[in-house]
């Protein structure tokens, strides 16, 4: 409020002759001279400096001549620090024109503050003038708190997380009063006498108080609001992660004693290895198993959360019961889907992150086979009723489909993996979720022919398969990338190949585990966008599942005991002659000299060449439940307002190496504001982004430009979109014209 109330004083005296004289020979006003220069004013002001009184009659003279001549039509405020009896030249403008009188700094202040609130002042005069520029923008609730001793005037705990992020450049910008003041409540935060340090010095005590509070769970509640509030902070939350990774964390700290919302890493991982070093111990385990419950469920601190935490209580809490009521094949397929690939999905976040700590990993592996080997031994106990419905599946699908179908063929996306994209995309998208079983050997090779060709012939080459794939579909498919696919990609059925997992899992093995949540975000984006891009339905289907070994002793390893010829591999094994093993299933699989496909009743690989880590080609749940995924966008718009590039004709031949693309919105809205669009250009060189607008806000019936250049391009593509759900609006093609462009001379 102060400011407002000294632009009114100052716009009410200005009227007169446009000319106001400010007396403040205490300085205590100067924070509001920046008001006047953003008002238009012209700022004149004095020298507190000079003393003599020569000195003084000649600026005021200079003063004087200034106004009357360079701003003789301006509006001009003198601001004159000195005493009013000792004006010289600009004594009477305070008597002619105008004057607003701070001699007695307080005394202004309590006028206003009476006259609005109707509040007696009980401040003191030099806290009042404080209170005067903390509250310069204050509403007149703040004042009314502030004079009722209902609110404090500096609250730490909205001063304090800026201090701390910079401690240097936050106290520069304090008056030396408020500075004052602010350093005073820092003290008493850290029971501390006040004394000068410097600022930084003092931003790292409070930071080690906070981090000991935390860890010894001694925090008092008003530092630990500073820090849930800072912990949440976008801004300033990077600060807080400096404090914390430079605080030296005593070793001998209880992980369980520490406050439950401790942001230190070392904690947690010191909880999981005492909790994986018990891990037979159900009564500690589960003992403690709700404070990590509620440590992973945490949001206020969820940046110092490990994401791991959720993965370790999906392992432990897990129950294999409903198991025993499956009395067929496909009901434990159906167990599988809905219960245990989220059990998959858990170790396989824990391999990432803890694969290198055998003390933390080989328990939590040993857990997992315990719950897997009950999988196991109830899916082979009915593998007898196993089918594969992976032969033609491609084929069958593009007979029946509709233009606007896109399929995304994945090599070596596991169910878990597309269950987790699925789950992510229900909330803007609907999803159906069915099953298809792998063919055996669940192999690249086998399964990508079975997919694309079908009748079980397998076709070495890729290219072989997309072109039997539209020999037998009789369908004009496009065949791509998926990461190549952009918007503006038009064709009627579109298949989009995604090998990067079983690509990087067979080169990199478990090294690849790092990189599987950027496979997932691929995804993720390119599902999304393809529905954004007006296709009908994006389905999601894949040749195989995959395996992880973990930790593997040379005892974990199965021998490959067959009689005659023989290809081994870490999953299955090829034979001529039909072996006796009640350990293995066998499948009458036909393929060059050999006759039989072998695969153990395990998870644990045949010894076999190579590496070991990611692997398939067996026969277990996570090799062969495959996802069969359809993706659809709802049937309703996400707006009324229809957008559209309107100038096509003109963009198809451009003469120059400037263009512009004319965007009209629909005139057919009744209700002007319910329909707005925020829309924006994205323009493509070859299905790469080379350029884009601003977001461009459109009503009905409005008309904007965006301009652009070839910069040396011959053919471009213009995509509009709709900025905040993605969805692709229009499309045009420019195209530069080879007739150079003569100024209109033709």
Known sequence: M?????LEDIEQLIKKRGRVVILDPRSQYGFLLPLLKSQGYTLLKTDSSLTEPWQTVKEELFLRYEAETRHKSDKVVFYVSR???????????CFTHGCLDFSEPAKWLRKKLFTHTGLQVQLDDATLLTAGKIGAEKDLAWWKKILQNLEDLIDLEDALIPFMDDPEAY?????QDIRRMFETKVFQLLNQPYMTKPPKTLAEEVARKLLDGLAYNDIKADLLSIYHRWADSETYSPSLMNYVANYNLDSSVDPWAAHPDHCFGDLDQKALQQLTGHLRDKQY??????????RAKNTRVKRFIPIWWQDFTTLMEF???PLTACSSFDQVVGFYTSHFAQVDRAIRNLYTVFLSDKSIIRPLQEYYESLNYELLHKWFEYAHQYKSDQQGYLPDLFKNAKPGTAVIVGDGIRYEIADYVATALANKFKVDKQIMLAGLPSETEHNMSALYVGNNKVLAQHKDREKKLSEISGQAITYMNLEAVSYGEKADYLVLNYKDIDNAGETLQQGALKLFAEFEQVLLDKIAQLLNMGYKEVHLVTDHGFVLTGLLDEADKIAPDAIGDKDVHERFIRTQDKPDNPDWLIF???YGEY?????AKSHRPFKSKGAYGFAHGGFTPQEIILPRFVFRKDSFATSSLEVAISNKTELAEVAGDIFVIKLQADTGAADLFAFKRKVKVLLYDDNINCGSSNIINMEPGKTETVEFTFDDRQTLKAVLLDAETQEQLDIVTIKKSSVRDLGGLL
């Open 319 to 321: 129950d294999n019961q």
């Open 285 to 294: 385990v589960f003992g403690k198993l709700d404070a990590i419950k509620a």
């Open 171 to 175: 106290i520069a910008d304090l008056e």
């Open 595 to 599: 006759k039989y496909v072998c695969a």
């Open 588 to 590: 009458e699989k036909p």
């Open 2 to 6: 102060t400011n407002q109330w000294f």
């Open 83 to 93: 005493e009013q009896d000792k004006l010289s030249f600009l004594l009477d403008y």
